[in-house]
């Protein structure tokens, strides 16, 4: 079945830089482009971008432009978010999510586990 | 950006009870509209896209409904587990924001 799975939690130390990975199976990697969103304790859901996976294309939030970093390695079905000068706000589960686009709409199935980034001096 | 505002923040009902959360857009997105629920520790899943296409394997006790900048989740007849937190989320254009969120609680 269609199944992203995400890299285990991190601790990091504020300035650092973060990566998560999810990798997909069950479909054809390259033919859906893939979301990062990510949830701070008790806040609401916040999109951070995106990457074309069949071409590498990405588009970020304006929020995070500068800091994220989104690519993708087509050879291992897998996705990348890189997020950099950390700061405890920070703090927060990221989740990647498939996007589908079809005429009756746009919308992100399946979604990965959640990897937890820690902030923290 | 486009901002998605939910109502109620958190409501308290029982089982069986009908329960309706709204969703407004700042601006038109047609029907550019998903639900989301999710439970704690865990990522969100997909109830509704389209704003009133059910996703496979949901319950149809679950619907949707609107366009424009209104729009409406109803469970018709509320189960246990359909104690989570609910979002909606714009798909018609990014960044793709969401709602606060819609916390069922059982009453």
């Known amino acids: 079945q269609v199944q992203l799975v995400q890299s285990g939690a991190e601790v990091k130390k504020p300035g650092a830089s973060v990566r998560v990975s999810c990798k997909a199976s069950?479909?054809?990697?390259?033919?859906?482009?893939m979301h990062w969103v990510r949830q701070a304790p008790g806040q609401r859901l916040e999109w951070m971008g995106w990457?074309?996976?069949?071409?590498?294309?990405?588009k970020y939030s304006q929020r995070f432009q500068g800091r994220v970093t989104i690519t993708r390695d087509t050879s291992a079905s897998t996705a990348y978010m890189e997020l950099s000068s950390l700061r405890s706000e920070d703090t927060a589960v990221y989740y990647c999510?498939?996007?589908?686009?079809?005429?009756?709409?746009?919308?992100?199935?399946?979604w990965g586990q959640g990897t937890l980034v820690t902030v923290s001096s | 950006d486009i901002q998605m505002t939910q109502s109620p923040s958190s409501l308290s009902a029982s089982v069986g009870d009908r329960v309706t959360i709204t969703c407004r857009a700042s601006?038109?997105?047609?029907?550019?509209l998903n639900w989301y629920h999710q439970k704690p520790g865990k990522a969100p899943n997909l109830l509704i896209y389209?704003?009133?296409s059910l996703q496979s394997g949901v319950p149809s006790r679950f619907s949707g409904s609107g366009s424009g900048t209104d729009f409406t989740l109803t469970i018709s007849s509320l189960q246990p587990e359909d104690f989570a937190t609910y979002y909606c989320?714009?798909?018609?254009?990014?960044?793709?924001?969401f709602g606060g969120g819609t916390k069922v609680e059982i009453k």
């Open positions: 999510a498939r996007d589908i686009d079809r005429p009756a709409g746009r919308w992100s199935d399946p």
């Open positions: 069950g479909y054809t990697f390259t033919g859906y482009a």
């Open positions: 990457i074309n996976a069949a071409n590498g294309n990405t």
């Open positions: 601006q038109s997105i047609s029907r550019f």
């Open positions: 389209g704003a009133s």
């Open positions: 989320q714009q798909s018609y254009t990014t960044p793709r924001t």
